[in-house]
């Protein structure tokens, strides 16, 4: 037995030798790993464990995607690249660049190009369009709930629409530019200017200024409302009543300057530094979730924020992670000649470096298993702001007939198109969201049989399709998922024709809700030659506004499978040619 017993064991001694062999082979090997300690790391002992050269250094705080990081730099262009350093794409725009950039749904971009332009980006950084604002922009675009971006300048504030319509433009003289815009929770931007804080509704209602007894520092957006800090150390959460800010919570300051950390968190949590401390909070109550001491003070931060790793501090000569229970993860000292501009925390383990030598130097701080793909990044889905339209229960009835009379549509029709509409949209788009609504339940035949009296969308087929194009017009997102839920229950191609046209006018598809029903559409009716044209070229309007990544997720897919032989041959021209077309333009 016992020497059953030690040749058992022997044998597993091989074994996990060999398995450690064979794990030391499979895994991957960074430069400078051999450096590597589990909590101190002196990156000047430490070689690179990647690099890349740029055309200039980088001008603003890198922003986060899904895929990786996208860099302003001089030389007016954009860096795309991956955590682990490869290079996604890379453009400039002659015109020039401002440092102001925003992610937004779908890896889209939003970039200041020529001091007064707003510009959407495609996730390879080609422009899906270009508007001049007539101002120049001074911050970093701020996305709203449904699509619409605002942006501002001075003494200016505007709203444009998905495809680039100035939906409004307002004046607020004296903004204070060093205060980013803000939401509270019901959708208003909440801002900041010389004589108190204003709120403007995304219809571009305007109300104060509200006086504030401190002097306010920063502020930020999360679920519940507007985070503001003060130059006391107090931080307060504003909501909204009426356009009237109220601040919702206070946690009191002790003279000493706040820094909020956002980044990187679910908007339902925030940390705020302080001197030596973190205090992790519910931003919906302000209740503290725990505190820990820590190495750092606002006063020599120079960028914080979360990443799957833990929350990352970084001053001017070192950087430390700390877990959400006050744990050193890791802290790392900067090499005393590096000179930067600005220190990208990723979430793989590395710190890279923007140099003012025009390149991007990645460090590994913590080896993390091969296997691991969490990411901290995230972007909200598109919302609504149906707290804030106006009242209606108007919608068309056989008794009264239709809610949007014809003077009214073209009314519409030509301020969507044009913009400058401001206001009226309040009460157009609750309008248009109670019409969808019914057509859904015209549409649906085992709702509508239930009904005593025929549903007007029923028998109204002509003014049915008015609405959706309407509501497709409309530049937001509000009607992306109600016409996808609509393309996926109808079976009636009459109907499904103006659906389908529609989700080529609404163009933007984050998620790809529209194009994933319209791959459907064309499996289920590949008899029907006039609608599967129209899946073509909503198909390809939908490619076209979003770039090469829809084509090669989607696009591709529907088209290709159209080119089989179960289709007619004419059909198969027309994807073929559609794809010609969509590949063309790339």
Same mark, same amino acid.
């Given at each position: 037995?016992?020497?059953?017993?030690?040749?058992?064991?022997?044998?597993?001694?091989?074994?996990?030798?060999?398995?450690?062999?064979?794990?030391?082979?499979?895994?991957?090997?960074?430069?400078?790993?051999?450096?590597?300690?589990?909590?101190?790391?002196?990156?000047?002992?430490?070689?690179?464990?990647?690099?890349?050269?740029?055309?200039?250094?980088?001008?603003?705080?890198?922003?986060?995607?899904?895929?990786?990081?996208?860099?302003?730099?001089?030389?007016?262009?954009?860096?795309?690249?991956?955590?682990?350093?490869?290079?996604?794409?890379?453009?400039?725009?002659?015109?020039?660049?401002?440092?102001?950039?925003?992610?937004?749904?779908?890896?889209?971009?939003?970039?200041?190009?020529?001091?007064?332009?707003?510009?959407?980006?495609?996730?390879?950084?080609?422009?899906?369009?270009?508007?001049?604002?007539?101002?120049?922009?001074?911050?970093?675009?701020?996305?709203?709930?449904?699509?619409?971006?605002?942006?501002?300048?001075?003494?200016?504030?505007?709203?444009?629409?998905?495809?680039?319509?100035?939906?409004?433009?307002?004046?607020?003289?004296?903004?204070?530019?060093?205060?980013?815009?803000?939401?509270?929770?019901?959708?208003?931007?909440?801002?900041?200017?010389?004589?108190?804080?204003?709120?403007?509704?995304?219809?571009?209602?305007?109300?104060?200024?509200?006086?504030?007894?401190?002097?306010?520092?920063?502020?930020?957006?999360? &679920?519940? /409302?507007?985070?503001?800090?003060? =130059? *006391? +150390?107090? %931080?307060? #959460?504003?909501?909204?009543?009426? $356009?009237?800010?109220?601040?919702?919570?206070?946690?009191?300051?002790?003279?000493?300057?706040?820094?909020?950390?956002?980044?990187?968190? &679910?908007? /339902?949590?925030?940390?705020?530094? =302080? *001197? +030596?401390? %973190?205090? #992790?909070?519910?931003?919906?109550? $302000?209740?503290?979730?725990?505190?820990?001491?820590?190495?750092?003070?606002?006063?020599?931060?120079?960028?914080?924020?979360?990443?799957?790793?833990?929350?990352?501090?970084?001053?001017?000569?070192?950087?430390?992670?700390?877990?959400?229970?006050?744990?050193?993860?890791?802290?790392?000292?900067?090499?005393?000649?590096?000179?930067?501009?600005?220190?990208?925390?990723?979430?793989?383990?590395?710190?890279?470096?923007?140099?003012?030598?025009?390149?991007?130097?990645?460090?590994?701080?913590?080896?993390?298993?091969?296997?691991?793909?969490?990411?901290?990044?995230?972007?909200?889905?598109?919302?609504?702001?149906?707290?804030?339209?106006?009242?209606?229960?108007?919608?068309?009835?056989?008794?009264?007939?239709?809610?949007?009379?014809?003077?009214?549509?073209?009314?519409?029709?030509?301020?969507?198109?044009?913009?400058?509409?401001?206001?009226?949209?309040?009460?157009?788009?609750?309008?248009?969201?109670?019409?969808?609504?019914?057509?859904?339940?015209?549409?649906?035949?085992?709702?509508?049989?239930?009904?005593?009296?025929?549903?007007?969308?029923?028998?109204?087929?002509?003014?049915?399709?008015?609405?959706?194009?309407?509501?497709?017009?409309?530049?937001?997102?509000?009607?992306?998922?109600?016409?996808?839920?609509?393309?996926?229950?109808?079976?009636?191609?009459?109907?499904?024709?103006?659906?389908?046209?529609?989700?080529?006018?609404?163009?933007?598809?984050?998620?790809?809700?529209?194009?994933?029903?319209?791959?459907?559409?064309?499996?289920?009716?590949?008899?029907?030659?006039?609608?599967?044209?129209?899946?073509?070229?909503?198909?390809?309007?939908?490619?076209?506004?979003?770039?090469?990544?829809?084509?090669?997720?989607?696009?591709?897919?529907?088209?290709?499978?159209?080119?089989?032989?179960?289709?007619?041959?004419?059909?198969?021209?027309?994807?073929?040619?559609?794809?010609?077309?969509?590949?063309?333009?790339?």
């Amino acid at each position: 037995m016992k020497k059953n017993g030690f040749t058992c064991r022997l044998y597993n001694r091989k074994l996990n030798a060999l398995l450690a062999a064979l794990l030391t082979a499979l895994s991957p090997v960074y430069a400078g790993d051999e450096n590597f300690s589990a909590n101190e790391v002196n990156l000047s002992k430490t070689r690179l464990g990647w690099g890349t050269v740029l055309t200039g250094k980088v001008i603003s705080q890198p922003v986060r995607t899904s895929r990786g990081f996208v860099a302003p730099h001089e030389g007016n262009g954009l860096t795309a690249f991956s955590e682990n350093g490869k290079i996604l794409w890379q453009t400039a725009f002659p015109e020039g660049i401002s440092p102001y950039l925003t992610a937004t749904h779908g890896d889209m971009l939003y970039l200041v190009t020529g001091g007064t332009k707003l510009s959407l980006l495609q996730n390879d950084g080609k422009k899906a369009w270009t508007k001049d604002s007539g101002f120049v922009i001074t911050e970093s675009p701020m996305p709203g709930r449904d699509g619409r971006v605002f942006a501002r300048g001075k003494d200016e504030i505007a709203c444009f629409g998905t495809k680039g319509t100035i939906r409004w433009k307002k004046i607020i003289k004296e903004q204070n530019e060093d205060i980013p815009l803000s939401q509270l929770d019901k959708g208003s931007v909440f801002l900041f200017a010389s004589d108190g804080a204003y709120t403007v509704s995304p219809f571009g209602e305007i109300r104060g200024p509200f006086k504030t007894d401190f002097q306010v520092e920063h502020a930020d957006t999360t &679920d519940f /409302g507007a985070l503001v800090t003060f =130059s *006391d +150390g107090s %931080i307060s #959460l504003f909501t909204e009543n009426d $356009g009237v800010p109220q601040q919702k919570w206070m946690l009191p300051g002790d003279g000493k300057k706040t820094h909020l950390i956002t980044r990187g968190f &679910d908007r /339902g949590k925030a940390a705020i530094l =302080s *001197d +030596g401390k %973190i205090t #992790l909070i519910r931003t919906d109550t $302000g209740k503290t979730i725990t505190s820990f001491p820590v190495h750092g003070s606002p006063a020599t931060l120079k960028h914080a924020e979360r990443t799957t790793q833990g929350i990352i501090l970084i001053s001017g000569k070192n950087a430390a992670c700390y877990t959400d229970t006050g744990l050193i993860e890791w802290s790392a000292d900067f090499p005393d000649k590096k000179k930067w501009t600005h220190i990208i925390p990723s979430d793989q383990g590395f710190l890279i470096f923007c140099t003012t030598g025009w390149t991007l130097e990645a460090y590994r701080v913590k080896q993390l298993p091969a296997t691991q793909g969490l990411t901290s990044f995230s972007t909200p889905e598109p919302g609504l702001y149906s707290e804030l339209y106006g009242t209606t229960d108007k919608v068309s009835s056989i008794s009264q007939g239709r809610a949007v009379n014809e003077s009214l549509s073209a009314e519409m029709k030509k301020a969507f198109s044009e913009g400058g509409f401001g206001q009226k949209e309040k009460d157009w788009l609750p309008l248009l969201t109670n019409e969808m609504n019914a057509i859904g339940t015209a549409w649906n035949q085992s709702i509508a049989q239930t009904q005593t009296e025929l549903p007007y969308f029923a028998t109204h087929t002509d003014y049915a399709k008015e609405v959706v194009e309407l509501a497709a017009s409309t530049e937001t997102l509000a009607f992306q998922k109600p016409l996808s839920l609509l393309i996926r229950r109808n079976k009636n191609p009459r109907r499904l024709e103006c659906l389908v046209k529609a989700a080529g006018i609404i163009a933007w598809d984050p998620g790809y809700l529209m194009m994933t029903e319209l791959g459907k559409v064309a499996e289920k009716f590949n008899e029907n030659d006039e609608l599967l044209e129209l899946v073509c070229d909503a198909t390809l309007e939908i490619c076209r506004f979003m770039g090469k990544e829809a084509f090669v997720e989607k696009g591709r897919g529907i088209l290709t499978a159209m080119i089989s032989l179960k289709y007619s041959r004419a059909i198969r021209e027309y994807a073929r040619v559609t794809m010609e077309k969509i590949l063309n333009f790339q």
